[in-house]
């Protein structure tokens, strides 16, 4: 009996660390996982990773942009992050004669660094709980609209109080748990960033659209950048009398690599999950929303992709269009797939079951039906949304004549009109004629086809312009405001479903939500099963990179470069990127990948698309995040940039 017991007990332990590594926990409240950490492997302390007084390593993570993360390798300002965040302004600064996308680029002294108006980095200063502060005066009675209003009257001024134009420091408040509680995080804006270097596309994108989201992975995806401030280390806008920013706190750069089942941790800005919704919101993106996305972009793919194969110049206007269509279209066939394989819906439903026979008789009673019947309100409202979205939105000529941000040089109007014609098709097919506008139906019936009304709106701006008013408007004054309406309530109702749950398993360590603020995930270097019989091992290495070479697909064509260097020999076992066990998603990356001492290993870039549903509910069999290996970097900076003299500021271990 006793032996038994123990084993029991034994047993208990040996599951709980397989189920840790789900999370993306707050900084500011790491202590509360800091044992667990440490019982893993990590071998820093709480107020290591987050202090508000001494320097750590929180200081040395930004915002890279608006939807990435970097890091800061030196006391000179000198920051990492992926090839894919750096792209757009990388792009910039190309033209045919200086081509920095196809050829990659190396400043080699610090006058040839490149300013990129625009972009700014954050730190964040500080984080703190101010739930108490933004509910002071609400009274249980009040109704929502005056309960809406004070909160937002408490929010500005909180906000007020603690941000300081004349420091840079900006700040937000921001909701977590759907309104339980609130935090403030104030940052500090820096405006003068600078291009440093970048690989050429064959090494930072290797792979393209092909490998994207997917193991094994041979992607260089880095890029590198320089923050600079005023002589007082104050943010300052872009001055040649600027010098490079000097850190708190910067990463110590490990050469000693990885293995699987070491600890790692990745620090950064994860942009949005929702781990915690109920059976419906996941049936409508499961057997609704990501199969139709699905269906219209492999549509639009396709006739890029034909277009794209017939010409050079067509290939270069729309590379960048079609990775944005791509890796959507990518994630979400991963979603479906991990959503069915993982049965999530029938096992939320189990568990509202359970939550309503918990609930019986107290204030959280109902609260699973009602949310089940404002989604069944909402899901057919919401689904027209993301057709018109899908379909109409991506028609360019509609977004020429509505003089919405277009860049006429990347226009290729074969691609539109084909685009138009079927896009213009499936939403007609797809949708009840009362989601759409008058002027659409008499259109419809004026032309008799959509191939008739698209040669009519290509030779005549004035109907195109006539037509795109009347869709956005009907958009956008009828079908939006009622989705935000529902969804307004969906949200108040999730705050109590939200506490509720707490309630409900007060043993459960819950995390909020991604928000694109500081969060920390923590795992290990592990492969996994994509298949039965199947495994994958969790380290590439450039021989991988030499066996995918093949100067015929563009996606494979590495740089004659590294094959030469390659056949000088020694260099096979050259690790390139490596799977763990971290919970991450978009926004992520970029991100520093740390081993136990804290020490930066790798660069955050992406997931394995098996294991993307990690984004509403996490699967440690399976979800795994995919980082470049610090020591490829290194590599691609001295042999293919020759800019060595880059190491020489980092702080290498
Ligand atoms: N899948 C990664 C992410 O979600 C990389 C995307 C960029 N690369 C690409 N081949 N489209 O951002
Ligand atoms: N590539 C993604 C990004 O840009 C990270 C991949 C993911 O985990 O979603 O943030």
């Given amino acids: ?258 293995k699987e089942g070491d600890f790692t941790f990745v620090y950064g800005c994860p942009g949005s999950t929702q781990e915690y919704v109920h059976s419906e919101a996941v049936r409508y993106i499961q057997d609704v929303s990501d199969p139709e996305k699905i269906a219209l972009r492999t549509t639009r793919l396709g006739i890029m992709k034909k ?127 009362s989601y759409k506008p008058a002027f659409f139906l008499e259109k419809r019936a004026q032309y008799g086809s959509m191939k008739a009304l698209k040669d009519a709106v290509f030779a005549d701006d004035a109907l195109a312009k006539e037509l795109a008013d009347a869709l956005d408007g009907f958009y956008f004054e009828n079908i939006v405001p009622k989705v935000r309406e529902l969804d307004k309530s969906i949200t108040l109702t999730y705050k109590e479903y939200m506490k509720g749950q707490m309630a409900f398993e007060p043993q459960k360590a819950f995390y909020p939500d991604a928000n694109l603020t500081l969060r920390i995930a923590y795992g290990h270097v592990e492969g996994y099963r994509p298949a039965d019989a199947v495994y994958y091992t969790p380290v590439s290495t450039l021989r991988g990179i030499i066996e995918k070479d093949n100067p015929e697909i563009f996606d494979y064509n590495i740089p004659q470069t590294l094959r030469d260097i390659y056949a000088r020999g020694g260099y096979e076992d050259q690790p390139v990127c490596f799977l763990a066990t971290n919970h991450t998603t978009g926004g992520n990356s970029g991100s520093p990948v740390l081993n136990a001492d804290g020490q930066l290993i790798g660069i955050n870039f992406d997931r394995v698309w098996e294991g993307t549903m990690s984004d509403l509910v996490y699967d440690p069999e399976i979800c795994r995040n995919i980082s470049l290996d610090v020591r490829y970097l290194l590599f691609v900076i001295q042999e293919i940039g020759h800019a060595g003299y880059l190491l020489d500021e980092m702080n290498l271990y």
């Fill in 1 to 258: 009996m006793k032996i038994r017991t123990i084993a029991i007990a034994a047993a208990i332990l040996w599951a709980l660390p397989a189920l840790a590594d789900e999370g993306m926990w707050l900084p500011a409240l790491i202590s509360e996982r800091i044992a667990d950490m440490q019982s893993k492997g990590l071998r820093l302390n709480a107020e290591d990773l987050y202090s508000v007084n001494n320097a750590s390593l929180k200081d040395a993570i930004v915002l890279f942009g608006s939807g990435c993360t970097g890091e800061l390798v030196s006391d000179e300002g000198l920051l990492f992050t992926n090839h894919h965040c750096g792209y757009g302004y990388i792009q910039k600064h190309s033209s045919v004669e200086h081509d920095y996308l196809k050829d990659g680029f190396w400043a080699m002294n610090r006058a040839q660094e490149l300013p990129n108006p625009g972009l700014t980095v954050k730190f964040l200063d500080r984080m703190e709980d101010v739930t108490s502060e933004v509910f002071k005066g609400i009274k249980p009675k009040m109704s929502e609209e005056k309960r809406n209003a004070l909160i937002k009257k408490n929010i500005d001024a909180i906000i007020k109080k603690a941000a300081d134009q004349s420091k840079g420091l900006v700040a937000q408040v921001n909701a977590l748990y759907y309104g339980n509680q609130y935090f403030l995080y104030v940052f500090r804006e820096y405006r003068d960033v600078r291009l440093v270097g970048a690989p050429p596309s064959s090494i930072g994108k290797f792979g393209g659209e092909t490998d994207n989201w997917m193991w094994p992975r041979h992607t260089g995806d880095f890029s590198i950048f320089r923050i600079y401030s005023d002589k007082d280390g104050n943010p300052a806008d872009y001055s040649e009398d600027n010098i490079p920013y000097k850190p708190k706190k910067s990463f110590v750069v490990s050469t000693k690599g990885v």
């Fill in 307 to 433: 277009y794209m194969d017939q010409s050079q110049a067509v290939r270069i206007q729309y590379s960048s269009k079609y990775a944005s269509v791509a890796n959507a279209w990518k994630k979400w066939q991963g979603e479906e797939k991990g959503l069915r394989k993982n049965k999530v819906v029938p096992v939320k439903q189990a568990y509202e079951k359970s939550f309503e026979e918990w609930a019986q008789g107290s204030a959280y009673e109902g609260l699973t039906s009602r949310l089940a019947n404002l989604y069944a309100a909402r899901n057919p409202i919401y689904r027209a949304y993301e057709y018109y979205n899908e379909t109409v939105r991506s028609i360019e000529k509609l977004r020429i004549v509505s003089g919405r941000p277009f860049d006429m040089k990347d226009y290729y109007r074969p691609i539109d009109e084909e685009t138009f014609v079927a896009m213009t098709d499936a939403f007609d097919k797809a949708l009840d004629d």
